[in-house]
């Protein structure tokens, strides 16, 4: 069992940076792949980052490369998520997700889910 808790949203301006984190419970928490995914208003659920227990291998969405940057500490059983050149978009629930397996960038492949954190980018 896992259990996991992001901090670090807020409101920011356009253009602005924020680094959220992800703390997990749970002794085997360096075995799982970590994503962020976001809920924007009125909008289904979507992929943004993830990173794999091996390697580690890190991927993004096509909407946040380059501006985005995945990064895990198992020492401290925490997974960060730094954004950076915010944009009004971006605005989201962000939810830090925990699995062991499947196509990395579904929702279906992650079993625990933290309860969100909000971001808010103003223009």
């Known amino acids: 069992q896992v259990q996991l808790v992001e901090s670090g949203g807020g409101l920011v301006q356009a253009g602005g940076s924020l680094r959220l984190s992800c703390a997990a419970s749970?002794?085997?928490?360096?075995?799982?792949?970590v994503a962020w995914f976001r809920r924007a208003p009125g909008k289904e659920r979507e992929f943004v980052s993830a990173?794999?227990?091996?390697?580690?291998?890190?991927f993004y969405a096509g909407s946040v490369k380059g501006r985005f940057a995945i990064s895990r500490d198992n020492a401290k059983n925490t997974v960060y998520l730094q954004m950076n050149s915010l944009k009004p978009e971006d605005t989201a629930i962000y939810y830090c997700?925990?699995?062991?397996?499947?196509?990395?960038?579904?929702?279906?492949?992650?079993?625990?889910w933290g309860q969100g954190t909000q971001v808010t980018v103003s223009s």
């Open positions: 990173i794999s227990w091996a390697g580690p291998s890190t």
């Open positions: 749970g002794r085997t928490f360096s075995m799982y792949n």
């Open positions: 997700a925990a699995g062991g397996g499947g196509a990395i960038s579904r929702d279906s492949s992650f079993d625990y």
